[in-house]
């Protein structure tokens, strides 16, 4: 039986009860085309797409939980509410071309939406007030307004389980409200919920976590993604040190998360290259070895571009995944999300497959605008 350097990417993987016929992951992108948050036939169409050409776990948009300060686009899908009726659509199309689900849940904390003609239906809220550090925006959340957001996160987690996700992710990266807990520049909270070290200033995910544990029983898998950089600062880093990094994610495995869905702006690049040099573990490397939890690597994937300058118009060609394939070939990471190169070319996965590089189509910064 003849082999591929890609094989590597079509092995199948199991985490608790959810089981994977590959390692390619449809990353979350926030796309923004839900009518008064209801996603609807053409968002179905649009991830059922790519479950039938060979994606082994779609996770949505970020999708906001019934929280009203959670969300700053007009479009973003909700997980709450009329909003469910056409979750379970999506998850039943999905399910119908063979493949397998999660939502992506999320509160957006402080931070802007940058859309003038549109006013979110209550005060932002961050735990300090903050959009980034020394910018205020919004107000700082009391006991109670935390409280609520946690019994939220758990609402949607049990919501997610009933309507037949195969699993779900927390946003707890990039600047959003999770991470503004993470973040030292944006958490000056002199309670619980915050503190001198990452470690203290994790408490809030921790609970999070917690809530949405109970909610859906111990053999569910449960994602969480986080991120050094923020869409505030694109060089900032919770942890400078793999010490430091335990204390951020240990605690949040022990408190329930499975699996570790590590972000970075490009997937290649040494997290502490000091200690192994530039060919070093990456994120997703380190999270893993630190924590032992499974995890997911992402960044500029089959792409020679990275996905920022996407939002300043650029396109990228499609690129080679050797860096890649080493990098799973020694079981670097468990899985890879993969984002723009899917976006914009549905068949993917299904191409990488076959063989089919010459089909590959390159990102246009215009595929951001459609929903194809």
């Not at 932002?124 to 939220?152: F, H, N, Q, V």
């Not at 694109?234 to 972000?263: F, I, N």
């Not at 690049?269 to 990456?282: K, M, Q, V």
């Amino acid at each position: 039986m003849t082999t591929s350097p890609t094989d590597v990417l079509f092995q199948p993987r199991r985490i608790k009860n959810l089981e994977l016929k590959n390692r390619i992951v449809m990353a979350p992108m926030t796309r923004n085309f839900a009518p008064n948050g209801v996603p609807d036939a053409a968002i179905a169409e649009y991830y059922r797409r790519r479950a039938a050409a060979d994606v082994g776990l779609i996770l949505s948009e970020g999708t906001t939980i019934a929280r009203p300060a959670s969300k700053n686009l007009p479009r973003i899908p909700d997980f709450h509410g009329a909003a469910l009726d056409g979750w379970k659509r999506v998850i039943d199309a999905v399910h119908g071309a063979g493949g397998k689900m999660g939502p992506q849940l999320w509160h957006v904390g402080a931070v802007a939406s940058g859309v003038s003609d549109w006013t979110p239906d209550a005060t932002p809220e961050g735990p300090s007030g903050l959009a980034a550090p020394g910018t205020p925006r919004g107000k700082a959340m009391s006991d109670e307004d935390i409280a609520d957001t946690i019994a939220a996160f758990a609402g949607a987690a049990a919501d997610a389980k009933k309507l037949g996700f195969d699993t779900f992710e927390i946003h707890g990266a990039h600047g959003y409200l999770i991470d503004q807990f993470f973040w030292r520049g944006t958490n000056e909270r002199n309670d619980r919920w915050g503190g001198a070290t990452i470690g203290e200033r994790s408490r809030f995910a921790a609970e999070v976590l917690k809530a949405m544990r109970a909610a859906v029983g111990p053999d569910y898998p449960i994602i969480l993604r986080v991120s050094q950089w923020k869409q505030q600062d694109y060089k900032a880093r919770l942890a400078a040190t793999p010490d430091e990094m335990t204390q951020w994610l240990l605690p949040l495995v022990e408190a329930g998360a499975d699996v570790l869905h590590c972000s970075q702006r490009r997937f290649w690049e040494a997290e502490f290259p000091e200690i192994d040099g530039e060919d070093g573990l990456n994120f997703a490397g380190w999270a893993k070895k630190l924590t032992g939890a499974a995890t997911i690597s992402v960044g500029s994937v089959g792409l020679d571009g990275e996905f920022l300058a996407s939002f300043g118009g650029k396109g990228a060609a499609p690129a080679s995944l050797d860096k890649l394939l080493a990098r799973m070939e020694r079981d670097e990471f468990d899985l890879i999300a993969v984002g723009r190169a899917l976006l914009s070319d549905a068949q993917w996965a299904s191409k990488i497959k076959a063989g089919d590089r010459d089909g590959l189509k390159p990102f246009e910064a215009s595929a951001m605008a459609t929903l194809d």
